[in-house]
């Protein structure tokens, strides 16, 4: 999993090695931005699955010191597989300070990344 900044460039990479994307990754990732931003600073953060990420941050209080500093939202080619009420609530152009970020940086770096996903998959764990 990665964080990607509306530039397309890697800031945080989680290795993934539980099937299934957990949102335990994403909280992670995000917890380390912003240890690393200035405490005033605010985010703007477009996910795939942005509205859900938003609701277990609220109900299960993860991340509260930076919960208020977050901007949620759903990458463009994912909002359309959500129902018609979360796209008027998350859809980037639909929220203020996205712009015409479309959120699918991390769909075009691992269209760069792919030659390499076969030689660096992990076939097993090793007992030693």
């Known amino acids: ?14 290795n993934v090695t539980s ?9 992670t990732l995000l917890m380390a931005l912003f240890q690393g931003l200035p ?5 703007g953060i477009l996910y795939d699955i942005g509205c859900q990420l938003h609701r277990s941050t ?8 930076f919960s208020s500093r977050i901007e949620w939202g759903i990458s463009v ?8 009420p979360c796209q008027c609530i998350y859809h980037p152009l639909k929220r203020e300070g996205f712009g015409f ?4 940086g991390c769909e075009r770096c691992w269209g760069a990344l792919k030659k390499l996903i076969p030689i660096l ?3 097993g764990v090793s007992g030693c």
Do not use: N, T
Request: positive net charge; contains cysteine; aromatic residues 18%.
């Open 1 to 14: 999993m990665a964080l990607i900044c509306m530039h397309d460039r890697v800031l945080y990479l989680a």
């Open 19 to 27: 099937p299934g994307e957990k949102q335990y990754y994403a909280v």
């Open 39 to 43: 405490s005033w600073w605010k985010a």
């Open 58 to 65: 609220l109900k299960f209080c993860l991340m509260p010191k």
């Open 77 to 84: 080619f994912h909002a359309f597989g959500h129902q018609w």
């Open 101 to 104: 970020s479309d959120g699918e």
């Open 121 to 123: 998959h992990v076939s």
